[in-house]
Nanobody, 123 residues
Framework: QVQLVESGGGLVQAGGSLRLSCAAS????????MGWFRQAPGKEREFVGY????????AYADSLKGRFTISRDIAKNTVSLQMNSLRSEDTAVYYC????????????????WGQGTQVTVSS
């Protein structure tokens, strides 16, 4: 099992920035990528982006490219999501996820999920 714990959520004004972090622990040797998703009230869960376990490749949802950046700290075994120029529509619960899939794509399934952290953007 892989345990994922998100942190860094909170309330931010529109136009501001926020950085989320996800700490991975447990049986991480099979993990090939880490992803971020979000779910706004009344909406389906939405893919944000992912980064390979080695941190050498990232992919993002087209609508978020340029404002959101995913990075990985291998020494700390964490993944971060830097969110800039935040808008009210970015308000959601943000989830960290991990996948053991060997073929990576924006539509791949993820095997492990964190509990989520709330991000609220006030206008």
């Amino acid at each position: 099992q892989v345990q994922l714990v998100e942190s860094g959520g909170g309330l931010v004004q529109a136009g501001g920035s926020l950085r989320l972090s996800c700490a991975a622990s447990g049986r991480t040797f099979g993990v090939n990528a880490m992803g971020w998703f979000r779910q706004a009230p009344g909406k389906e869960r939405e893919f944000v982006g992912y980064i390979t376990w080695r941190g050498d490749f990232t992919a993002y949802a087209d609508s978020l490219k340029g404002r959101f950046t995913i990075s990985r700290d291998i020494a700390k075994n964490t993944v971060s999501l830097q969110m800039n120029s935040l808008r009210s529509e970015d308000t959601a619960v943000y989830y960290c996820a991990a996948t053991t899939r060997t073929t990576l794509s924006r539509g791949m399934n993820f095997d492990y999920w964190g509990q989520g952290t709330q991000v609220t953007v006030s206008s």
